[in-house]
């Protein structure tokens, strides 16, 4: 099981949108539609954002949304708020309950 | 409500042994799969296994297989993790947290292992 691949920072300017990429393979992403999205603050535990590709759970703003093509899933932030200021990090299951994460991305609101 | 209350942080000597808990409450312990999840300093998260309380069936990473074990006992609504011999590169952040469908919906709060000489 080889980590996903997600860009190690991103950014955008507060009211823009930014996307983060999450490639995987056939074996996990592309063969699952079972995609998750997990946000982390400085000194917290993750929260789950985005799960099953797109769905949000109770909670999160619908200015966070996933979406999956292929081997590659896409984290997508509208209106970005100085709050959206925190570490994304993918995960896909890879079968046999087995999970796999991508490094993390430094989303940075400038 | 759903939570996992993690067990306190450990400053440990490499080569000693370490059993870090993970208590869940607000909903059936038995009928959800726990994973552990590992965060180096500065570093990304690591899937490192899981366990279904209800049966110990249990699942480990690869990468983590034959350094730790994980084991939980469902009379108390308890998971752990555990080490026989730590090592300096075990320091790290170690998350439980609540499996299904791949994704972990609810999380502990973490425990820090500190593995120092």
């Known amino acids: 099981q080889s980590a996903l691949t997600q860009p190690p920072s991103a950014s955008g300017s507060p009211g823009q949108s930014v996307t983060i990429s999450c490639a995987g393979t056939?074996?996990?992403?592309?063969?699952?539609?079972?995609v998750s999205w997990y946000q982390q603050h400085p000194g917290k535990a993750p929260k789950l954002m985005i799960y099953?590709?797109?769905k949000r759970p109770s909670g999160v703003p619908d200015r966070f949304s996933g979406s999956k093509s292929g081997n590659t899933a896409s984290l997508t932030v509208s209106g970005l708020q100085a709050e959206d200021e925190a570490d994304y990090y993918c995960?896909?299951?890879?079968?046999?309950?087995?999970?796999?994460f991508g490094g993390g991305t430094k989303l940075t609101v400038l | 409500e759903v939570q996992l209350v993690q067990s306190g942080a450990e400053v440990k000597k490499p080569g000693e042994s370490l059993k870090i808990s993970c208590k869940g409450s607000?909903?059936?312990?038995?009928?959800?799969?726990i994973g552990w999840v590992r965060q180096m300093p500065g570093k990304g998260l690591e899937w490192m296994g899981i366990?279904?309380?209800?049966?110990?069936?249990?699942r480990y990473s690869p990468s983590f297989q034959g350094q730790v074990t994980i084991s939980a006992d469902k009379s108390i609504s308890t998971a752990y993790l555990q080490w026989s011999s730590l090592k300096a590169s075990d320091t790290a952040m170690y998350y439980c947290?609540?499996?299904?469908?791949?994704?972990?919906?609810?999380w502990g709060q973490g425990t820090l292992v500190t593995v120092s000489s």
């Open positions: 995960s896909s299951y890879a079968g046999s309950n087995a999970v796999v």
């Open positions: 366990i279904y309380p209800g049966d110990s069936d249990t």
């Open positions: 056939s074996s996990d992403v592309g063969g699952y539609n079972y």
């Open positions: 099953e590709v797109s």
């Open positions: 947290a609540r499996q299904a469908s791949g994704n972990f919906g609810y």
């Open positions: 607000g909903y059936s312990f038995s009928s959800y799969w």
